[in-house]
């Protein structure tokens, strides 16, 4: 039964995700509204709806492993898995002044939850901060692209054209945005119950659920989309999707849940995950920087630092000859 739901829950996220931002790109594109705020908002922060509930319902729950696990686990899986994946199906041209400004945010927002999380507790405050702090970016982004185009205005159309590859009616764009958000709020609910289910069954903490199976469940529409624009060709999508994916997680993610239920940070998380995470930003920033792209060979990388930190988390027995026996 707990696996029947897992499943459930995992299929109503990734087709409710998909529908949520295919029917509000639709909509949106049917009242006008210009590409670069439909990259800027309805793609890049709504491949991280399933995230958002998915944390919230943890939160509320009384489970704050499994809401910290999802934010920290879904940011590593976005870089290690799902931008290796991509890059290893298509090398991903990167510009660097594409760069510079997002990949900035990034970095700093990684540091802030990094410093947060060693503190052991993220609360109201603090959540407000980094709500604030994504509505500054988001904002700031949409001023400066507007009063001059540069290659981001290019990426953020190009994510748009990703989810706007038909033109649809109003009624059916509606439709899918309503069942979109329908489908998230049940499987997250699905989703979260069933890893409790699972953790307390199996004898390993919430944070670990959070952290793998949580994490890699919410994160399945940006795998999707990542996926597919490597496949077509269009590994500058991957890439932007992936930032902008890992810094709504960050600022709006954990601000949003942080303020409605301050979080307690597991000490498993601020010992290893947290440097992970921050680890995986700083490689990142550092192989589109470098070369100006992500070759195969650093996305084969990227996928096997992610194997390598799965086999952690599920085998204990690899973390003694790691040095990681104290997790």
């Known amino acids: 039964m707990i696996g029947l739901e897992l499943v459930i829950g995992l299929a109503l996220l990734l087709g409710g995700g998909e529908a949520l931002v295919r029917g509000s790109v639709a909509a949106a594109t049917r009242l006008g509204v210009s590409k670069l705020v439909i ?9 991280s709806m399933p995230e958002l509930v998915a944390s919230l319902r943890a939160a509320l729950a009384g489970s704050p492993g499994v809401a ?3 934010v920290v686990g879904s940011n590593i899986a976005n870089v290690l898995l799902i931008l290796g994946l991509a890059a290893v199906i298509l090398p991903i041209a990167v510009d660097r002044r594409a760069l510079r400004r997002d990949g900035a945010v990034l970095l700093a927002a990684s540091a802030a939850m990094t410093a947060l999380v060693l503190v052991g507790t993220i609360g109201r405050a603090a959540g407000g901060a980094f709500l604030g702090a994504l509505v500054v970016y988001t904002v700031a982004t949409y001023l400066l692209e507007r009063r001059r185009a540069s290659p981001v205005t290019d990426l953020y159309a190009a994510e748009a054209d990703e989810f706007a590859e038909r033109p649809i009616s109003m009624g059916l764009a509606i439709v899918l945005t309503l069942g ?9 609910d699905l989703l979260v119950g069933s890893a409790i289910a699972i953790a307390s069954a199996a004898g390993v903490s919430e944070a670990v659920i959070g952290l793998t199976l949580v994490a890699v469940g919410t994160s399945l529409p940006e795998l999707v989309t990542s996926v597919l624009a490597a496949v077509r060709r269009h590994g500058d999508v991957a890439f932007g999707n992936v930032i902008g994916s890992n810094i709504f997680n960050l600022l709006g993610i954990a ?5 409605v239920s301050p979080l307690t940070v597991p000490a498993q998380i601020a010992r290893f995950d947290v440097w992970i995470m921050l680890g995986a930003a700083v490689a990142l920033t550092v192989f589109a920087v470098t070369a100006a792209r992500i ?3 650093e996305g084969m990388v990227l996928l096997a630092g992610y194997a390598l930190y799965l ?4 085998v204990p027995g690899l973390r003694a000859p790691l040095g990681l026996a104290a997790l």
């Open 295 to 297: 070759s195969r060979t």
């Open 39 to 47: 990259g800027l908002t309805l793609v890049g922060f709504g491949t």
């Open 68 to 70: 910290m696990g999802n």
């Open 311 to 314: 086999a952690v988390q599920i």
């Open 180 to 188: 979109g958000i329908a489908g998230v709020i049940i499987g997250a």
């Open 255 to 259: 601000g949003t849940t942080a303020l």
